[in-house]
């Protein structure tokens, strides 16, 4: 899964072996949002994804 900046746009992507990365192209931000491994893999990350879409109206 991948976000971009313009009109909060995502790509999901289907794959027998999924990689299970989500990555982010908005500038500022951090660019892996999280992979397994990572403290928030288990996590739903609705929160941060909803004051994104706040902040850019």
Do not use: C, V
């Not at 992507?13 to 403290?39: C, N, Q, V, Y």
């Not at 928030?40 to 004051?51: M, P, V």
């Amino acid at each position: 899964m991948q976000f971009f900046p313009k009109m909060a746009a995502f790509d999901i992507a289907w794959h027998e072996k999924p990689k299970k990365i989500i990555r982010s192209f908005i500038p500022g931000g951090p660019r892996l949002l999280t992979k397994p491994g990572m403290a928030n893999f288990a996590e739903t990350n609705q929160a941060s994804y909803r004051e994104m879409l706040a902040e850019i109206g």
